[in-house]
């Protein structure tokens, strides 16, 4: 395949920029950056670390349940952190904090069946490393485990940012079980696992862990890397691979793999049999510890079964090296890179769009102007045609479509909210402006966690509030109304009437059409419109 890509100063500037970005949106918990701070002491204060996770109690359960794993294997029960740290060490303990004190925010943009794949390789992978860390190194498994669990994390990253674009590559590489990383690379100039490293790096992770993850899989360069993270980067690519093995079905690297091990620590069949075996169990007990669910599929074994069927059948019609696995993933990389334009365009867009708000905010004077509150009645919408969707409007649809596998999932209500500003006469560029920066500043007042504004126009915008029922909705577009039309009024020089359509699904159904919110929300819009005052209309959708 080919593998032409940016020059390495163009690739550079490119995820240097994306790092700025992504850094700015996704901040590590103060947990976390607090142990970073006091484990980077020569002397350690134990009871201070241990104060300081003990203000979350959600995360020192999920540490105990993990630490009383078959993972660790300790010869006795653990039942709190004094425990922990006595027979964990602070290393141990420390790892595993930062391991599950990722910002929420990278998983509030993803899609269930997106999350699942994503923690279905992440635990694959991190278990594998631990074992193969303390199987085939005969070294403690600790920095293995913890790199593992961090390498993916640019994936969240890409979901999150560049939204659907990047969610339909990712489909279309689960689909067709390429290469992840090596699609990345000729798509964008650079794969998600570069941009993990310096996210992890920005935060101020271990150097050995950001150093090993940002190490090219090549098992020849690999092989010369003589450094304590040259032998973790080994320990991630073999462990990388084998959790695309068993996790992602991808049988074509079962050749890779067992050549790449031999190279690096002698593994054969029959050791990578029995690494396989004890894999399974692990990674099960570790997802049901945590609460997470997992992509369903066979046994581990069976797969490794299938893998080495395949091999020996190549081998009887195929002379020499050459897999004919690889050969099909490769024709499926080129034809997909075909499909790539969406995505590269969606990376310039990010790139070259503002990060903040640069204007000078518009001061707000305390009149208050009282919308009226309207509502429809009830019906069921049909779902619209996903075809049909015009382009200004996919970023939207998008986001739709991952509010409400979410909101499915966690069992809660979506709405989602239109605003537009209309203005007596034709608004010069300069009003344009300037109603899209009060809308800004409005849209950001609205205080529902989760919550995503889209800018559909510069008198428009779009809210999806996941968790806000119908009348919570009503209530942030009544208030937004009064700031817009507030900072109107106070620009004396502009007269405008600012109208919301709100559109509300108590619980989505597991077919519900995301689309129907958006439709729903543009026919309240066009009610409150037609009553030349500010007016909220709402409506719920069955």
């Known amino acids: 395949m080919s593998t032409e890509v940016q020059s390495d100063s163009s690739k550079t500037k490119t995820l240097d920029e994306m790092v700025r970005r992504a850094r700015s949106l996704y901040s590590l918990p103060a947990i ?66 930062l391991g599950f004190s990722l910002p929420a ?10 999350l699942d794949w994503y923690w279905t390789t992440t635990l694959s992978r991190a278990v594998a490393a631990r074992e193969i860390s303390e199987q085939l190194w005969q070294r403690p498994g600790d920095d293995a485990f913890l790199a593992g669990l961090l390498q993916d994390i640019g994936v969240l990253v890409l979901l999150g940012e560049l939204q659907e674009p990047y969610a339909q590559f990712l489909g279309r590489v689960i689909d067709e079980r ?46 010369q890397k003589n450094t304590q993270a040259g032998e973790l980067a080994r320990i991630l690519h073999l462990a990388g691979l084998l959790a695309e093995l068993v ?46 669910d997992l992509c369903e599929g066979d046994d581990y074994p069976s797969i490794v079964a299938e893998a080495h069927s395949q091999m020996s059948q190549l081998a009887e019609r195929v002379a020499g090296a050459l897999n004919e696995i690889e050969v099909a993933e490769d024709q499926a990389c080129e034809g997909m890179l075909e499909d790539a334009t969406d995505l590269r365009r969606a990376v310039d867009d990010f790139l070259h769009s503002p990060a903040v708000v640069c204007n000078e905010p518009i001061s707000l004077d305390e009149n208050e102007q009282t919308a009226e509150i309207g509502s429809l009645s009830s019906v069921p919408i049909p779902k619209p045609d996903s075809q049909q969707v015009p382009k ?25 909210v239109l605003f537009e500003v209309e203005t007596e006469t034709e608004p010069s560029e300069r009003d344009e402006q300037l109603i899209s920066h009060v809308l800004d500043v409005a849209c950001r007042e609205v205080d529902c966690e989760g919550m995503t504004v889209e800018v559909l126009a510069p008198c428009r915008r779009a809210i999806v509030l996941p968790g806000c029922e119908r009348q919570e909705a009503v209530r942030h577009s009544q208030s937004t109304i009064q700031v817009v039309e507030t900072a109107l009024a106070g620009l004396q020089t502009l007269e405008g009437v600012a ?26 819009l066009s009610a409150a419109q037609t009553n030349g005052a500010s007016v909220v209309k709402s409506l719920e959708v069955y």
């Open 392 to 416: 200004g409007l996919r970023g939207l649809a998008a986001q739709l479509t991952l509010a409400v596998g979410r909101c499915r999932s966690m069992r809660q209500p979506l709405s989602v």
């Open 178 to 223: 390429m290469d992840l990383q090596q699609v990345e690379v000729v798509s964008m100039g650079f794969g998600h696992t570069e941009l993990s490293a310096a996210l992890l790096e920005h935060w101020k992770m271990p150097e050995l862990l950001v150093g090993a993850i940002s190490e090219r899989r090549d098992s020849r360069l690999l092989k």
């Open 32 to 97: 976390a950056a607090e142990v970073i701070e006091l484990t980077g002491n020569p002397k350690v204060d134990i009871r201070a670390l241990k104060d300081c996770i003990e203000v979350d109690p959600a995360l020192t359960a999920k540490i105990l349940r993990v630490v009383n794993s078959s993972l660790f294997g300790l010869s006795r029960e653990v039942s709190d952190l004094n425990q922990a740290i006595a027979l964990l060490g602070i290393k141990p303990l420390k790892l595993l904090v």
């Open 247 to 292: 996790a992602q079905r991808r049988l074509g690297v079962l050749p890779e793999l067992l050549e790449t091990g031999e190279a690096y620590c002698g593994l054969d069949k029959a050791r990578l049999n029995e690494l396989v075996a004890s894999l399974q169990p692990k990674v099960e007990q570790l997802a049901d510890v945590l609460s997470l």
């Open 499 to 524: 109208d919301a359509g709100v559109a509300t699904v108590a619980l989505p159904s597991k077919n519900f059409p995301p689309l129907s919110l958006l439709e729903t929300a543009e026919r309240c």
């Open 105 to 114: 925010e990278l998983f509030g943009k993803v899609a269930r069946d997106q």
